[in-house]
């Protein structure tokens, strides 16, 4: 069984920065992959950025070059830095680990920027 846990989020204005943290615990022996889904009011939940344990990265347009996803594998625990927040960035964001198939969620964080 695997725990995720989600930290960060919060509050900030257009052009600032938030991290985001999702760490996993449990019985994690092989590659896994691990990353942040989000949801704005009205909208579908979008993928947001992902990393594999082997450090491949994956991005949506909206987020490229503004946001970058690290994986501390000692950890099992990944890390979203969002930089030059927009007020389109608002939404809850949802950590995930997927590990064997299956799929691991922490709980909500919401992300909100003011303009």
């Known amino acids: 069984q695997v725990q995720v846990v989600a930290s960060g989020g919060g509050s900030v204005q257009a052009g600032g920065s938030l991290r985001l943290s999702c760490a996993a615990s449990?019985?994690?022996?092989?590659?896994?992959?691990m990353g942040w889904y989000r949801q704005a009011p009205g909208l579908q939940r979008e993928l947001v950025a992902q990393?594999?344990?082997?450090?491949?990265?994956y991005y949506v347009d909206s987020v490229k070059g503004r946001s970058t996803i690290a994986l501390d594998n000692t950890k099992n625990t990944a890390y979203l830095q969002m930089n030059s927040l927009k007020p389109e960035d608002t939404a809850v964001y949802y950590c995930?680990?997927?590990?064997?198939?299956?799929?691991?969620w922490g709980r909500g964080t919401q992300v909100t920027v003011s303009s």
């Open positions: 995930y680990c997927e590990y064997s198939e299956r799929w691991y």
């Open positions: 990393i594999t344990s082997g450090g491949n990265t």
């Open positions: 449990g019985s994690i022996y092989n590659s896994y992959i």
